[in-house]
């Protein structure tokens, strides 16, 4: 039984445009995914400062987005990430801010409600306690038809607590006593994971209390290191088998929006063919899909240097030659040609470069 299938746009650097977005709605309903999530960490009003009151222009794009979701036949979310709202006593102020953003979260008809406590302090005593609180207070105040919570250890990968400290004791355990309808995200055995095992995901819904909402961070590549390679190569490690063990598969794609369409409609094709799956063939449909012919073959014969050598390690010549390889691409009306010509050519300009000061304060 296929999970349902959609995105997150959950990414740190640059956003995409608001057309970019509206344009994965109709996508995403034309091949068969139900549901699309915004939840950019450059968003600070989503994040950092959270406390503040969206701009009236920023909740009314909020809004529109929300209404061509749903006039596409998808449903569209939002991942709301109140920084480091454990910290301080969830006092009736607190409680007044976070209720002002679910009064708009309200008003324009958000489906899937995702509270995200990821990438943020962890080793503090209570921490579970504090975030069920939050969490509690929340799910009776959201007219959303799905909640979905982060945790702050969303991953079995140890990186997680080098970068925000050692996991409480018993923190999964007295998460697991969050109302069985609120799903939580999982990454897999690594933030970034390679592959998803049937027995994995058995593990991992039995420390959460509920099967998984997978998070899958492929095709993102939108840190300091990852935003030097567009990760082109198609699906794999994701064996259709796996949805059953799924509450929902979330992909969180690129930076480059029309490029990323071409993993996502390999990971449909791993779905639907399931042991018939061959990567090889899926990239070549999906990328003349979205493209063309000639320009499928291209990122075909460039896929190394894309992926393996990267912004870092490919040489002016190298960059320049690719440039003009993708230039004739560029005013192209065959499907997202254009779009990902545009892409291809900003990338090797450095124009996606996610710095680290910037990772930090978003």
């Known amino acids: 039984m296929p999970a349902p299938l959609g995105v997150i746009e959950g990414f740190y650097g640059e956003p995409w445009s608001w057309g970019e977005r509206a344009d994965y709605a109709r996508f995403l309903r034309k091949h068969g995914f139900s549901f699309y999530i915004y939840a950019p960490k450059g968003d600070p009003y989503m994040r950092k400062r959270w406390r503040e009151p969206f701009p009236k222009a920023h909740e009314e794009k909020l809004a529109k987005l929300a209404g061509q979701c749903h006039s596409a036949g998808i449903e569209f979310g939002v991942g709301f990430s109140p920084y480091e709202i454990y910290l301080a006593p969830f006092d009736l102020e607190v409680k007044k801010l976070l209720q002002a953003k679910l009064d708009v979260f309200n008003r324009i008809g958000v489906d899937k409600f995702g509270i995200l406590m990821d990438d943020m302090k962890g080793d503090l005593p209570g921490l579970a306690e504090r975030q069920l609180e939050i969490l509690n207070w929340v799910a009776t105040r959201s007219s959303a038809k799905q909640l979905v919570f982060c945790p702050t250890y969303y991953s079995s990968d140890p990186v997680l607590e080098k970068l925000f400290g050692k996991t409480p004791e018993g923190y999964f355990e007295k998460l697991a006593a969050l109302d069985k309808r609120v799903s939580m995200f999982w990454t897999g055995e690594l933030v970034c994971s390679k592959t998803y095992s049937p027995e994995h995901l058995r593990d991992a819904a039995g420390k959460l209390g509920r099967k998984p909402f997978l998070w899958d961070n492929y095709p993102v590549n939108d840190g300091p290191r990852m935003c030097k390679f567009l990760h082109l190569r198609p699906v794999t490690g994701r064996p259709a088998a796996m949805g059953e063990h799924l509450a929902a598969h979330a992909v969180n794609p690129m930076n480059q929006a029309a490029l990323s369409k071409i993993v996502l409609l390999t990971l449909k094709a791993s779905y639907e063919k399931g042991e018939g799956y061959d990567p090889d063939k899926a990239f070549r449909k999906a990328a003349g899909m979205v493209t063309c012919h000639d320009m499928a073959a291209l990122l075909e014969r460039d896929l190394p240097a894309f992926m ?37 050519t900003d990338w090797l300009s450095g124009r996606y470069n996610v710095t680290k000061d910037l990772f930090l304060t978003q």
């Open 308 to 344: 393996d050598k990267g912004l870092d390690v490919l040489t002016d010549e190298e960059k320049r030659s690719l440039k003009d390889d993708y230039a004739p691409f560029l005013e192209a009306r065959e499907n997202d040609t254009a779009a990902a010509a545009r892409e291809i």
